[in-house]
């Protein structure tokens, strides 16, 4: 494969983005939400095959020196991303064409000019263009999290505005301090300067810092639980599984490019990991929306992520990424499976909804095994990627090992008695009498009696099917994905082929 296809995985949604503004048809402009992240899913599945034998392909921009220019690289770990995301991605705009909400105006522009910067973020090799694919994936979300346009998304807008615009501040300095210590922001050149100190240190750990907050872990995530579950279900499902998702990646990217093993002050990323699964577990008790809860459960899966680079081993991050995959699969199919939800009933409050069970039987078997899946129980992928961190974290053989197994442990407790009180408040309990049509999204319509019609229709129960049965599925079939999370690990602990590839072209 000619390494220049890269550029076509950036391209594709950039020229879709413009396509869609230029031509207002809504067809035309499904045709482009859909096929855009499905080019690039099916592009990546190709990238995982050619990595089985190339195991990393780089082209420089221009022709440039190799190390001046600005270079995108693809490794198997890229690969597999490009293919999450992607995922992820299509699967949340099915569900958004079929509530509607693509009909909103240049709503598919703004999801493609996003998925262009999580597509460019993920396969640059370089900082500063890792730093402006970055601000083309959120400002597009600026406008997404208020697509509504109601006065209660907007002040949430404005919230996320502000800490994601100072978190890129801090990100842009960082990236400059990096330059300023080393002469390069090449993370292959970065890659071939030993265990950075004094000055460089620094700045590496200022672009850390920035991306931890981006990745919405604690004790920065309240920027995250409050902003997220105040979209609708389909734009959470969508931010979920790539904005934070992005900051994760390059955090296991650099920090694995730059350090060999722990940094000096590894101790900081392990309390950092522990207090995510704790707070984030922990929280959801005190929440009175479903995907309140949901939204500190993201928290609490960042947190088990960051536990493959707080051990930084081979087992580590393997089960690190294929945590990743389980996590970003099962809190889509979650928050699509209470999107349909919300859609039929018009509330996600534990105060309005009672006895569902009896009502959408095929919603509950899926919610109940996406909730599974969050707390690691069979028959989910849930069980293995917690199975792999205890295994990694173990084998560490240290009083920090035990530590990060005690957190999973009792992270995994606490999650069990919030999302029983999530399953018993919504889905248990006597049938319900009354409900507020999804047109009352403020809350203030007057509840109606329920009647047998009202249910929800199959089409909004197709997204989150398709992501817990992902979930089983990789519970019955773990070895691919655990031959692809291994060659991941693998790429991400010995650097020799991709400095070859980008550098020694």
């Known amino acids: 494969m000619n390494p220049a296809f890269l550029l076509l995985l950036i391209a594709v949604p950039l020229l879709a983005s413009a396509l869609s503004v230029l031509i207002t048809s809504r067809t ?3 045709i482009l939400l859909l096929g855009a992240p499905s080019f690039v899913g099916l592009s990546g599945v190709g990238l995982l095959i050619l990595h089985e034998r190339t195991p990393v392909i780089a082209h420089s921009v221009g022709g440039y020196v190799p190390g001046l220019a600005i270079p995108f690289v693809s490794d198997t770990f890229t690969a597999l991303m490009l293919v999450l995301t992607s995922l992820t991605a299509l699967i949340s705009c099915i569900f958004l064409v079929s509530t509607g909400e693509d009909q909103y105006r240049f709503v598919p522009a703004l999801i493609l000019m996003m998925l262009t910067g999580v597509y460019g973020a993920l396969l640059t090799g370089d ?3 890792f730093f402006v694919f970055v601000e083309v994936m ?10 509504t346009g109601t006065w209660r998304r907007l002040g ?8 994601n615009l100072l978190t890129s ?14 002469g390069s922001v090449n993370i292959a050149v970065l890659t071939t300067l030993g265990t950075p100190t004094g000055q460089g240190a620094l700045a590496l750990g200022v672009v850390l810092f920035a ?7 604690a004790p920065f995530h309240g920027w995250l639980v409050r902003s997220y579950p105040n979209t609708s279900a389909g734009m959470m499902s969508l931010f979920s599984g790539l904005h934070s998702k992005v900051a994760i990646y390059a955090l296991y990217r650099i920090y694995t490019a730059v350090y ?7 101790t900081v990323i392990v309390i950092i990991a522990i207090a995510s699964i704790i707070i984030g577990s922990l929280s959801g008790l005190g929440r009175n929306r479903v995907r309140d809860v949901l939204a500190f459960q993201m928290t609490a899966g960042v947190g088990h992520i960051l536990l493959g680079i707080a051990v930084l081993s081979a087992a580590a991050l393997g089960a690190g990424a294929f945590y990743t995959v389980h996590h970003m699969i099962t809190m889509s199919g979650l928050l699509l499976v209470m999107g349909a939800v919300e859609q039929t009933y018009g509330t996600g409050s534990f105060k309005k909804l009672s006895g569902l069970a009896s009502r959408e039987r095929w919603a509950s078997v899926l919610m109940i095994l996406g909730l599974f899946s969050l707390i690691g129980l069979p028959p989910t992928s849930g069980l293995w990627g917690k199975i792999g961190l205890i295994t990694a974290a173990t084998a560490a053989r240290s009083s920090v090992g035990w530590w990060l197994v005690g957190a999973i442990v009792l992270g995994a407790i606490i999650s069990l008695i919030a999302l029983q009180r ?3 408040n919504t889905f248990w309990g006597p049938p319900m009498q009354t409900y507020r049509p999804d047109s009352a999204e403020t809350g203030r319509a007057p509840a109606v009696p329920i009647t047998r019609s009202v249910r929800i229709p199959r089409r909004l129960l197709v997204p989150g099917t398709i992501m817990i049965a992902l979930s089983v599925a990789l519970f019955v079939f773990p070895e691919p994905l655990l031959e692809i999370t291994h060659r991941a690990a693998m790429g991400l602990l010995d650097h020799t082929a991709y400095v070859e590839a980008v550098i020694a072209q």
């Open 138 to 147: 959120v400002l597009p979300a600026y406008a997404l999290v208020a697509v």
């Open 260 to 266: 060999g093993q722990p940094a000096p002050w590894a």
């Open 127 to 129: 900082l500063f263009n």
């Open 156 to 163: 949430v807008g404005r919230m996320y505005v502000m800490v």
């Open 422 to 424: 999530t399953w018993r």
């Open 211 to 217: 991306l931890t907050i981006k990745a919405g872990v």
């Open 169 to 182: 501040t801090i990100l842009l300095i960082g990236v400059g301090f990096v330059y300023g210590a080393f």
């Open 28 to 30: 035309f402009d499904r």
